[in-house]
């Protein structure tokens, strides 16, 4: 888990209920299961299988079940009352049916094992089986996971939870505080020579690349990656605006989208709950997540915002027509059209450092912001109209969404994390696991 969410893979445990069955029967079966099983979930672990033939058997499965297992494959053979020891594991099944098409009898099991307290899924089809081990190890992952917030907290935008034991309570990840004189203090101490290298491998990231504007930023990164080697952690945010700025001006907006690139995730604004909400999405999904503030208003060039009488025109005009913006500065790579970032000042000042690449346009996203108290979060469902390079923030996405006024009504921020595609159904999975209400618009 140290290398973020690109190494995260489930640990499948296979098990069989098979008694009565001859040694010849019951090794076909698992034969032909278990090559079913592989075809589908080639990305992930999955364990040696555990056979089942008689009543102690079923009664010490506790005993012959691997601790790091994250869930339970139950293929739809041998008498189904004997399904019900598996709620000794106490851990998530999945059943299997037809090659993965779940229908009447996995119905019937899942109706038996839920009177039995367990957490049983019955997908349709291998992607939807992929996707729901995907967010069953998300969530045990988050357990595996460890938060640096560098710099004072609260920040200025508040509507995080800032008890850093009830979050780990809650939801599992571990987070530590983190001030930001040693790190700066630390990024002025990095030997040339490992700033050279740094550089030279940034070259190729940039359209108008330049050692000498870059070189701050270079070291801030490598100062803020040895706390992460250092704390074993795979997330971050900054207290940027408020503290870091307060002590130098570094925009630390483009060494972010490099750690989100590398798998690291990365939040702006020491906003824990935002930066929490781009681990689920990105754990889930595996794959990148960034973070914005959702405007109702148009874009403008900075510093500052469009006078008031323009943003109330433009807020009813949103509401009018369900379009909200999402605009930040922190642009990963990994989420871009195109392989290079045009480096560009920070926000119309002349100074500072941030770079601009497109978003994709007329992809499906899912924004996300988990509540002040971990106990639900609201999940947005849209579509990216146009995105453009809007200065302040460096970048914006004109989403198309159902209802822009039951976001206005039921956000708890303006701060929203944001992944490519439609991943509600699997947050409704990731709020059943975890006992977290999910509200969708």
Not at 198 to 206: A, D, I, P, S, Y
């Amino acid at each position: 888990m140290r290398q973020g969410f690109k190494s995260i893979k489930a640990h499948i445990k296979p098990i069989f209920f098979l008694e009565g069955y001859s040694y010849e029967s019951a090794e076909r079966i698992v034969k032909n299961f278990m090559e079913e099983l592989r075809e589908t979930y080639n990305n992930e672990i999955i364990l040696d299988p555990l056979i089942l033939r008689n009543d102690l058997d079923f009664r010490t499965i506790m005993d012959n079940v691997e601790p790091y297992t994250d869930v339970i494959i139950l293929p739809m053979v041998g008498r189904r009352y004997n399904y019900r020891k598996v709620r000794l594991l106490n851990k998530p099944v999945v059943l299997w049916q037809d090659k993965g098409f779940s229908h009447a009898a996995s119905w019937d099991s899942r109706g038996f094992l839920k009177n039995w307290g367990v957490n049983v899924f019955t997908p349709i089809g291998p992607v939807e089986h992929r996707k729901t081990i995907q967010v069953i190890s998300a969530v045990n992952s988050l357990k595996k996971s460890k938060m640096i917030v560098f710099g004072r907290i609260p920040p200025p935008n508040v509507a995080s939870q800032w008890s850093l034991e009830e979050i780990e309570k809650k939801i599992g990840v571990e987070i530590k505080n983190i001030g930001l004189e040693a790190v700066l203090q630390r990024s002025e101490e990095i030997e040339a020579s490992v700033v050279e290298k740094t550089l030279r491998e940034w070259e190729n990231f940039f359209e108008n690349f330049d050692k000498d504007r870059l070189e701050e930023v270079a070291r801030l990164y490598i100062s803020i990656k040895e706390v992460l080697d250092r704390e074993a952690a795979n997330s971050f945010t900054i207290n940027c605006l408020e503290d870091l700025f307060s002590r130098k001006f570094v925009p630390p907006c483009i060494a972010l989208a490099r750690f989100i690139d590398e798998g690291i995730v990365a939040g702006c604004e020491a906003d824990i709950n935002v930066a929490l909400s781009m681990m689920i999405l990105s754990y889930i999904s595996r794959g990148p997540s960034i973070m914005g503030n959702i405007y109702l208003f148009r874009p403008w060039p900075g510093p500052g915002f469009p006078p008031v009488e323009t943003r109330i025109e433009d807020i009813r005009k949103s509401l009018k027509d369900n379009i909200v913006r999402l605009t930040h500065d922190v642009i990963p790579l990994t989420m871009c059209t195109k392989s290079r970032w045009h480096l560009e000042d920070y926000h119309n000042k002349g100074e500072g450092n941030t770079a601009y690449a497109p978003l994709k346009v007329g992809d499906n996203v899912t924004l996300l912001r988990i509540g002040p108290n971990l106990e639900e979060m609201l999940v947005i469902k849209g579509k990216i109209l146009k995105v453009e390079d809007t200065i302040h923030c460096r970048f914006s996405a004109w989403i198309k969404v159902d209802n822009a006024r039951k976001i206005a009504d039921k956000a708890y921020a303006f701060h929203h994390a944001m992944i490519y595609g439609d991943w509600s159904s699997e947050l409704e999975i990731f709020g059943k696991l975890t006992g977290i209400k999910v509200e969708i618009v």
